[in-house]
């Protein structure tokens, strides 16, 4: 693409530029990270009770949380289980 007539920029000003806007951006990116951090931890130590209570209304509906899963069904291709079976028999893998 050609120039339209006109003063350019220099490149190392435009070098320049980018370095120091970088150069910005990385310092401003480490210094919100402390405070991302411990805002994070707040909101975990907040969810604590939310969970609490979600766990025990579950269990005053009925619903049992800790219960193991209902006729589990194995959808692994067929290719796949034969492949499992021939390594298994083979004692390539447990």
């Known amino acids: 693409m050609k120039q339209l007539s006109g003063k350019s920029k220099p490149k190392w000003l435009v070098l320049a530029s980018q370095m120091l806007a970088g150069t910005v951006f990385v ?19 907040l969810l604590i ?9 579950a ?3 009925g619903i049992e949380l800790n219960s193991p899963p209902k006729n589990m069904v ?21």
């Open 74 to 94: 194995n959808v692994t291709p067929l290719h796949r289980r034969l492949q499992q079976d021939l390594l298994k028999y083979l004692g390539l893998i447990r």
């Open 59 to 61: 269990e005053q509906s």
């Open 27 to 45: 310092a401003m990116t480490i210094s919100v990270l402390p405070a991302l951090l411990l805002m994070s931890l707040v909101m975990a130590l």
């Open 49 to 57: 009770p939310v969970l609490r209570q979600v766990r025990k209304e």
